[in-house]
């Protein structure tokens, strides 16, 4: 038996950015964790903000197998930062497959601005993309799953809630989430609810990919990220989307409340103790 088979399961911030060709695309975290729910029998809605990119999360699961005439796959271009677009999230999987077992916050935008280089509107703006939003998703679906004995929640944080990275708004917002959750497990944990937080390292992925940041390019130097690790491998969105289908399914019943981070090891270690890996050609 798969282990999504008769799960729901919404993944917001699923969306594929780009087209990918193969068979082993290099997703992000949100598309990667909706299509191994999918390929291992659940019923996924893939929510982003921009339809096509849900769509093409969707084709990618088609390519690697997930059966097209099930109608296991829900694309929806909702915004997850609003009650109204959260509310709409969850009404959508309810109208389309009558449950919801599992959600997976997978909600961000890069931020670069240390403390003194933040503005009140930039604040704000993560506060609200990040935290604000699974508030949101979290008070949307809760209810929902109570009505069917319980679920499942992740959030996928980063190492940037508990590491100094320079990106003051970012990190706080992340870290709020992680605080929410763990009031989440000890508060709905009677109701049969889990929430628990997956916390990605130097993952490479669209997001990284995408991020630009004067003067401080060496954070975002592919090499320099494997080497910081103890593991010295790189890191994808599949990597993390393992932790993320893992916590949202039936094999993690009995964890809650715990923060996993996904990261190679780099929290285990000091700078001065990866001086050597990170300064070398290898």
Known sequence: MARFDGKVVVVVGAGLRETMDGQDPDLGVGAATGIIAAREGGRVVVVDLNLDRAQRTCEVAYGLGVDRAAASLLPLALDGTTAAGTEAIVSNALKQFGRVDAVVHNVAIPGNQELLETSEADWDLHMRTSATSLFLLCKAAIPAMMATGGGSIVAVSSIA?????????????????????????????????????????????????????????????????????????????????????????????????VVVPVDAGTLTVTPTMMFPAMSSSS
């Open 161 to 257: 809630a508990v590491r100094g990275y320079g990106t003051g708004a970012y990190a706080a917002a992340k870290g709020a989430g992680v605080s929410l959750i763990v009031d989440i497990a000890a508060s709905y944990g009677r109701h049969g609810i889990r929430a628990n937080v997956v916390m990605p390292g130097h993952i490479r992925g669209p997001f990284v990919d995408e991020a630009v940041w004067p003067e401080h390019e060496h954070i975002l130097d592919p090499e320099l990220r494997r080497k910081a690790a103890p593991l010295g491998t790189y890191g994808r969105g599949q990597d993390v989307a393992n932790a993320a289908a893992f916590l949202s399914s039936d094999d993690a019943s009995w964890i809650t409340g």
